[in-house]
């Protein structure tokens, strides 16, 4: 999404113990974009991504650990695999990328991108009336 949304819609069902076992989550920013998600850890579904776009679209299986994704073009069909780094080391490849942000400034990390997230997901706990013991 080009921006953090403006609207989130979400609701959850809880485990016995407490656990946010299934939810859905729906955002949509200023520019119209939405993004739909849906979570649960009753049912075994995949760990896929998919980001619809006007040309075509984008698919990450095993996501958030893929190690390569696949672009359709909408046109003719076309696909191509983009294939990058190794599922294993995908937190590591996070602690480096923070570890040379913080030494050094450089690095990947966004933290408006960071914030807008936080806040998002702070908005979707709010909503499901979740609270951690500190709060």
Do not use: H
């Not at 485990?15 to 739909?36: H, R």
């Not at 698919?59 to 780094?85: C, F, N």
């Not at 570890?99 to 709010?126: C, F, H, P, Q, W």
């Amino acid at each position: 999404m080009q921006s953090k949304p403006d609207v989130i819609l979400t609701t959850a069902n809880y485990f016995e113990t407490g656990v946010d076992e299934t939810s859905g989550i729906i955002l949509k920013n200023p520019e119209g974009e939405m993004a739909v998600i849906a979570l649960t850890m009753r049912a075994k579904q995949p760990k896929r991504g998919v980001v619809a776009c006007e040309k075509g679209y984008i698919e990450v299986d095993v996501y958030p650990r893929a190690d390569k994704a696949k672009i359709v073009w909408s046109e003719d069909g076309r696909e191509e695999i983009i294939e990058a780094g190794a599922s294993e080391d995908a937190l590591l490849y996070e602690a480096q990328d923070m570890e040379d942000y913080i030494l050094n400034g450089t690095g990947e990390k966004n933290l408006g991108l960071v914030r807008d997230v936080m806040a998002t997901l702070s908005s979707v706990r709010d909503q499901w009336g979740m609270k951690y013991p500190f709060e």
